[in-house]
């Protein structure tokens, strides 16, 4: 629970879609700056399984209940600190309570490739999924919120890691935040 309002450390927020790199760069931001990571992502797939639904599924098919008891998860995490919130809305969910918003981005092409080795599927097959599921996440969050998370002047700094290979991803990402928490006063 959180103490009288109080938080008890950094909150820094890695937002973005599915391949861009979130999980990398929230888990290397934690391991920097001593936090703890949770991603909103891991929440749902509990979710799904607890209801014995295939995670496709059950994303495409969710009650708006399932977001709004995800988004309140992340705002009590935010108000509390000592955390890296990864998920695609979670910058925009916890909004003044970030210490830092990240918003990772990454080209289409470049999020199949990944995707694809992750799952072991094909390009095509992954680009498809990113594809409906990109556009089925954005669809819903437009009609929960009026936005889906990816309006970059949200955020206090964004990332694009097409480019980038894992280590200079971390590397970069740990300098901007570090950068942003000087400048804010927040934490060095």
């Given at each position: 629970m959180v103490?009288?309002?109080?938080?008890r450390?950094?909150?820094?927020?890695?937002?973005?879609?599915?391949?861009?790199g979130?999980?990398?760069?929230?888990n290397?931001?934690?391991?920097?700056?001593?936090?703890k990571?949770v991603a909103?992502?891991?929440?749902?797939?509990?979710m799904?399984?607890e209801r014995?639904?295939?995670?496709?599924?059950?994303?495409?098919?969710?009650?708006?209940?399932?977001?709004?008891?995800?988004d309140k998860r992340?705002?009590?995490?935010?108000?509390?600190?000592?955390v890296?919130l990864d998920?695609?809305?979670?910058g925009?969910i916890?909004?003044d309570?970030?210490?830092c918003?990240?918003?990772?981005k990454c080209d289409?092409?470049q999020?199949?490739?990944?995707?694809?080795?992750r799952?072991?599927?094909?390009?095509?097959?992954?680009?498809?999924r990113l594809?409906?599921?990109?556009?089925?996440?954005?669809?819903?969050?437009?009609?929960?919120?009026?936005?889906?998370g990816s309006?970059?002047d949200?955020?206090d700094a964004v990332i694009d890691?097409t480019?980038l290979?894992?280590e200079?991803?971390?590397?970069?990402?740990?300098?901007?935040?570090?950068?942003?928490?000087?400048r804010?006063e927040s934490?060095?």
């Amino acid at each position: 629970m959180v103490d009288s309002g109080i938080k008890r450390g950094l909150t820094i927020t890695v937002s973005g879609w599915a391949g861009v790199g979130k999980g990398t760069v929230a888990n290397a931001l934690a391991k920097d700056l001593g936090l703890k990571v949770v991603a909103m992502g891991d929440i749902f797939r509990e979710m799904a399984r607890e209801r014995r639904i295939d995670l496709e599924r059950f994303s495409a098919t969710r009650e708006d209940e399932i977001d709004h008891q995800i988004d309140k998860r992340c705002l009590e995490l935010a108000r509390e600190g000592g955390v890296v919130l990864d998920g695609r809305l979670t910058g925009m969910i916890a909004g003044d309570l970030a210490d830092c918003k990240l918003l990772i981005k990454c080209d289409m092409e470049q999020k199949a490739e990944r995707v694809a080795k992750r799952e072991d599927i094909s390009t095509q097959e992954a680009r498809k999924r990113l594809e409906e599921r990109d556009a089925n996440d954005s669809a819903k969050y437009i009609s929960l919120y009026g936005a889906d998370g990816s309006q970059q002047d949200i955020y206090d700094a964004v990332i694009d890691t097409t480019h980038l290979d894992i280590e200079a991803t971390k590397s970069e990402a740990i300098k901007v935040v570090r950068g942003i928490l000087r400048r804010k006063e927040s934490y060095f």
